[in-house]
C-alpha cells in the first residue's frame, strides 16, 4: 500500500532538528542524549515511559500521567528517585528550553538503568535509573481514516506481561503492527485471549452501533487515559458508554469506529479488514466526541 499513514503521523516540523533533551538532570542538544548500550532499557526493554501532550501551554492531565507512571514503576519494582513534583518541573523545564507553548508531544522514559554485566538480573542495575526526556513539536496530520486489520497476535494475561503496563517491552505490538502494515493495513487490531476484539497495537478500538459507544471491558488493554476520557464525557453527555466483550462481526457492521490515544485523541477508522466501516469517514458521534474532549482539554 503507498498511502500508508500512522495514528501517530505529523506534520514536519523544522524547529525539532534543534530540540533539547532532558537526561538523568541535565538538558542537552538532541545528539548529545546518549545513553550506555548497557542500559536496561536498551539490553531488556526493562522500563516503563509515559506520553503527554501539551494543549495552550498545559500539559494534559499530566497528574493522570504521572500517577501513572509511578504506578507502572511499582508494579515492575523500579525506583524512580524523583517526586512526582520533581519530574513535572523537569518537564516544563525542557518545555520552557525548547520554547514550546502548544502542539507538542512528550514522551517521558523511566528505564532500571545502566547494567554492571550484560545479563538479565536486575540487581545488575546499580547505578539507578536512567530517566529521560524526549520532546517534539508536533501538529498531528491525519490525510485519511486509519485503516486496522486483524492480526494472530493476542493480548495477553497479566501473569505473562500485563498488557496494561506502558512497559518499554514493546516487541508484541511491534509484530503486530508488522503483520497489519503487510496485510495493507496502518495498525493492527488485536483481540484478547478469548476472541473479543480488544486494542490496536498502539491505542485504544472504539466503536458505535446505533448511537452507543462501545469499547473492551479494559480487562486486556493499555488502562488509556483518553479511553477514560472519552468514557467520562459520554456519560457526561448523555451518549451510552458500554464496556463489554464484542467481537469482529460487531465491527464489520458497526456504524462508525475510532481510537483513542494521548498523541491523536480521537482517530477516525475508514476499514476493518477490508470492510468499510459505515461511510468510510468520520462519523458524526466521532466528531461530537472529538469536540468535547478538545473542550474539556483547553478548559
Known amino acids: ?36 548500550v548497557y542500559d536496561s532499557g536498551f539490553m531488556l526493554g526493562d522500563g516503563v515511559w509515559e506520553g503527554l501532550r501539551l494543549y495552550n501551554g498545559r500539559w494534559a492531565f499530566a497528574d493522570e500521567h504521572l500517577d501513572r507512571l509511578y504506578e507502572a514503576a511499582k508494579a515492575i519494582d523500579l525506583t524512580i528517585g524523583l517526586t512526582h513534583d520533581q519530574l513535572m518541573t523537569a518537564l516544563t523545564d525542557t518545555q520552557a528550553a525548547n ?26 542495575s546499580q547505578q539507578g535509573p536512567t530517566i529521560a526526556i524526549i520532546m517534539e513539536h508536533s501538529r498531528p496530520r491525519l490525510p485519511r481514516p486509519i485503516r486496522l486489520a486483524t492480526v494472530p497476535h493476542l493480548r495477553g494475561l497479566p501473569m505473562t506481561q500485563d498488557p496494561r503496563l506502558n512497559s518499554h517491552s514493546k516487541l508484541n505490538c511491534i509484530l503486530a503492527c508488522i503483520a497489519a502494515e503487510k496485510a495493507g493495513a496502518d495498525e493492527a487490531l488485536m483481540l484478547d485471549i478469548h476472541g473479543f476484539v480488544n486494542t490496536t497495537n498502539a491505542c485504544n478500538f472504539f ?21 477514560q476520557k472519552v468514557l467520562d464525557l459520554c456519560r457526561a453527555n448523555g451518549i451510552t458508554a458500554r464496556e463489554r466483550n464484542f467481537s469482529l462481526v460487531d465491527c464489520y457492521s458497526a456504524d462508525e469506529a475510532f481510537l483513542t490515544g494521548t498523541f491523536g485523541a480521537q482517530t477516525p477508522v475508514g476499514q476493518i479488514d477490508g470492510r468499510v466501516i459505515g461511510t468510510g469517514e468520520m462519523g458524526p458521534v466521532t466528531a461530537r466526541l472529538r469536540d468535547l474532549y478538545k473542550a474539556l482539554v483547553l478548559a
Not at 452507543?212 to 483518553?226: A, F, K, L, P
Open 1 to 36: 500500500m503507498t498511502d500508508h499513514v500512522s495514528t501517530h503521523q505529523a506534520e514536519e516540523d523544522a524547529r525539532n532538528e534543534t530540540l533539547r533533551i532532558w537526561l538523568n538532570g541535565r538538558i542537552v542538544p538532541k545528539a548529545e542524549a546518549l545513553v550506555s
Open 207 to 227: 466503536i458505535i452501533r446505533k448511537g452507543e459507544v462501545w469499547t473492551s471491558t479494559g480487562d486486556y488493554c493499555m488502562n488509556g487515559i483518553t479511553r
Open 99 to 124: 520554547g514550546m507553548t502548544t502542539d507538542a508531544h512528550a514522551r517521558l522514559m523511566v528505564t532500571r538503568g545502566i547494567k554492571t554485566r550484560p545479563f538479565q538480573h536486575p540487581k545488575l
